[in-house]
């Protein structure tokens, strides 16, 4: 089944102070998880779970559930 994102995840980062760059600089997130995520791909658990963390939110606030 694939994934399905309920929010533009990149632009939700930006939102909170969280560039492309900032990501790749601090070694929050690699260019190929960020380009995974702008083409709406599947990621690792590990990183939804970050992703929950930076964005302050869940991860049903991210996903959608079918």
Request: aromatic residues 4%.
């Amino acid at each position: 089944m694939p994934i399905e994102y309920k929010i533009n995840v990149m632009e939700s980062l930006k939102e909170k102070g969280y560039s492309s760059t900032l990501l790749r600089k601090k070694k929050i997130m690699g260019e190929a998880t960020m380009q995974r995520l702008r083409h709406n791909k599947s990621v690792s658990y590990d990183v939804l779970s970050k992703l929950c963390e930076l964005l302050e939110c869940d991860i049903s606030d991210i996903l959608v559930n079918r």
